[in-house]
């Protein structure tokens, strides 16, 4: 890549070096290009990569530059430049200089349930609700920069007044741990900065060049920081987009783009209009909807890549439905464009709940994926302690199934115990399972120890049978019920958890399962546009083989090709040729809790994640909405989201026709499926 490969005001930006720079423009206009060819630039100028600092936001975004740069500069320059988001530079300040604030170089640094548990302690109280309230509004606080004191001072009611008053006996435990939490991680070295001249000099000697990527979405404390790190020869380059900006719940603040000239009056203000990513139908869409907002900065976005597909607006009868048709749509692209990778979608939603339905969907139709931001439901802990005892059922050799389930939950028998059983089972080349009948075993092992063994090990024997012979959805249900009540496992959540909330969130994330398990059982009769497919009944047996396939393959693909799903706060300054906005509902998308008010500035921030959604696409776009939508457990009507309207699709909309395109899509679907097939036995033949 070389600069040929910028515009003119991009260009701009990247040759501009005499002093402060901001480069203020919509999505897709190549900003964070700039940045990365800047470095180059920086480097052609003679500065020395260890003195360039780029900050993103995220540290996936971190590692994505760093490859870029690479790519640019070489290896070696690559690795020496310090790209890093706020958070981990202020980690770096703290190991080299905390010292000055009291600190040790080896702090620890608190996670949020660490925070959670010293708010308990230094408040005094075990309900998690008021804990996790401090813990907000504390964080808040320290984004704006107060101490206690002055937290206390700002406090409006009886209930922040409490907050600042743990506020300070929550530091003082903190300092006594030598620990930080995460804004420490910028406060501290902003007061580092800010009181030691020393420390100041020495950074501001150290980075001669500061590049700042969704600068937007800084708030108070980072620009302080970012002040002190620059200090009055202000060489440094943000990048952001006001209509991007999405962190503001969580204290990020707009008026570091209003300051920005004010406190830098030497700084030169560069736009950038043209759009490189997305379609003229993709753009007009977000155009339209961004320009419901007010605006701060008026900005003009232009594509050259031609008007492209029409936007697809799905609608969904629930949310089960609105996955097999985002499925659908995967399966359908792919076959009419043979070079398409699972890697060009993303599956775009408010809330990482949302997802869980899409990876089911994806997974019973052998498209891999995953989770980005947030956890895949099938690695939450209770679901993989069920489906260790799933694959158990299937193949009892199977030692690492085994293991967990023989512990999950615990039945008395220890770590020593199946110590002894796993050598003899390596001594004698025997499986785990294997070896717990065996004669010889008695030598080695307690009647006591030998006797749990023993049960285990009937219980899943036992336990197998009934699996083979419970068919359909009912059976299949109430013996997973009954299994389940047999080992105990609520009772174990609850154990477990010191959380009751998080207990019961878990316990019913096992429900769940078992109605999806239930439901593969009953066989599936789905009738979509008029046509009608119908699957048989299984035995729970059958299914438990079928989840162990997909898990297996689910393990064995590291691999880059992989359908996206994530929520649209960490899709950010990403993009994708194809993405399915997800759920685009009233309550949804705005997202509204049930006491919650959606006031007019948080509807504002809501559209602007619409448009941060919509600008995530490359050449095509489906926005589903439902009809119907599931809500704490019930089913209430689906109302379209106010942004769909906003979107202004009349022109340039097709609406999905879910008969004609199924059918056509699991014609072409099937046969290249078979085609790949014969390929591959082909292949094998030749290489025999
Ligand atoms: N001058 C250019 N010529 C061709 N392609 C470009 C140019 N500038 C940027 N691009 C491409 O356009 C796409 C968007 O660029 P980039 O991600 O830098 O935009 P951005 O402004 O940072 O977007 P966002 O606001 O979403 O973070 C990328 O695929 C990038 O490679
Ligand atoms: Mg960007």
Redesign the pocket.
């Known amino acids: 890549m070389s600069e040929a ?3 003119p005001a ?1 260009l701009a930006a990247v040759h501009h070096l005499a002093g402060p720079c901001l480069v203020i ?12 060819q800047k470095i180059a630039k920086l480097l052609s100028e003679g500065y020395r990569a260890k003195s360039i600092a780029a900050i993103t936001f995220t540290n996936k975004a971190s590692q994505e530059m760093r490859e870029r740069a690479k790519h640019l500069v070489g290896n070696k320059a690559g690795q020496d430049l310090l790209i890093s988001t706020f958070h981990s530079l202020g980690v770096r300040i703290l190991r080299e200089d905390g010292r000055h604030l009291g600190l040790k170089e080896q702090f620890s640094i608190l996670d949020s349930d660490d925070v959670l548990s010293v708010l308990r302690d230094a408040g005094g109280t075990t309900d998690a609700a008021t804990a996790k309230s401090w813990q907000w509004t504390i964080s808040l606080w320290k984004n704006q920069n107060l101490s206690p004191q002055q937290a206390l001072a700002y406090a409006k009611d009886d209930m922040e007044r409490a907050a600042a008053v743990v506020m300070q006996r929550y530091q003082e435990r903190l300092t006594a741990y030598q620990a930080v939490d995460f804004d420490d991680l910028i406060g501290m070295p902003l007061r580092l900065l800010q009181t030691n001249d020393e420390a100041r000099g020495k950074w501001q000697e150290t980075l001669r060049y500061v590049l700042v ?2 600068y937007q979405d800084t708030n108070a404390v980072q620009y302080e920081l970012l002040k002190c790190l620059v200090g009055t020869r202000a060489m440094f380059t943000a ?1 952001g ?1 006001d209509d ?1 900006s999405i962190y503001g719940w969580r204290g990020a603040t707009i008026e570091n783009l209003k300051k920005l000239p004010v406190d830098f009056p030497q700084l030169k203000i560069i736009p ?1 209009e ?4 997305s379609t003229g139908a993709i753009l007009r869409a977000a155009n339209n909807v961004i320009g419901t907002n007010p605006k701060l900065f008026a900005k003009t976005l232009w594509s050259e890549l031609g008007e492209g597909d029409p936007i697809t607006l799905v609608e969904a009868d629930g949310e089960e439905h609105e996955a097999e048709r985002a499925v659908a749509r995967i399966q359908s692209i792919i076959a009419s464009h043979p070079t398409t990778k699972f890697s060009d979608f993303a599956i775009l939603y408010r809330a990482n709940h949302q997802a869980r339905i899409f990876e089911q969907a994806l997974r019973r139709a052998e498209i891999p994926y995953k989770v980005s931001g947030g956890q895949s439901f099938f690695d939450k802990t209770e679901i993989k302690d069920l489906c260790s005892w799933l694959r158990l059922l299937v193949n009892q050799d199977d030692d690492p199934a085994f293991l967990r389930a023989v512990t999950t939950p615990k039945r008395g028998i220890g770590h020593q115990t199946l110590g002894h059983l796993s050598e003899f089972s390596a001594k004698w080349k025997l499986s785990m399972f294997e070896s717990l009948f065996a004669e010889s075993l008695k030598a080695t092992l307690s009647s006591k120890a030998l006797h749990g063994l023993h049960e285990f090990g009937r219980y899943i024997v036992d336990l197998e049978y009934r699996a083979r012979h419970a068919v359909g959805a009912e059976e299949g249900k109430a013996l997973m019920m009954e299994w389940l009540k047999d080992i105990s496992y609520e009772q174990h959540l609850i154990d477990q958890e010191d959380n009751e909330k998080v207990a019961v969130a878990r316990w019913g994330n096992v429900l769940d399962f078992v109605d999806w398990v239930s439901k593969r059982c009953g066989g599936e009769i789905s009738t979509e546009g008029g046509i009608t497919t119908e699957s048989p009944r299984q035995s729970l047996l059958d299914v438990a083989q079928t989840i162990s396939v997909i898990l297996s393959l689910a393990e064995r693909k590291e691999e880059q090709d992989q359908v996206v799903l994530t929520t649209l706060h960490a899709s ?4 994708w040729p194809h993405v399915v906005l997800a759920g685009v509902n009233e309550g949804l998308l705005p997202f509204k809790a049930d006491n919650d008010e959606l006031t007019p500035q948080r509807v504002e921030e809501e559209r602007r994640l619409m448009y ?1 959604g919509i ?2 696409a ?1 050449r095509t776009l489906a926005v589903s909405t439902l009809r119907r939508r599931k809500k704490n457990r019930e089913t209430v009507v689906g109302v379209p989201s106010r942004f769909i309207a906003e979107m202004k699709l009349d022109e340039g909309l097709v609406k999905e026709d879910p008969r004609e395109k199924l059918k056509r899509m699991r014609e072409q679907f099937a046969a290249k499926a078979a085609a790949s097939a014969e390929k591959q036995a082909q292949a094998a033949k030749d290489e025999r």
Request: aromatic share 2%; proline share 0%; charged share 30%.
């Open positions: 490969l910028l515009n991009q423009a919509g999505a897709g206009s190549g900003k964070t290009r700039v940045i990365t990527d969704e990048v987009d991007q950038l043209q759009n490189y990513r950010k300054g990403l993009e941060v600008t995530r490359r």
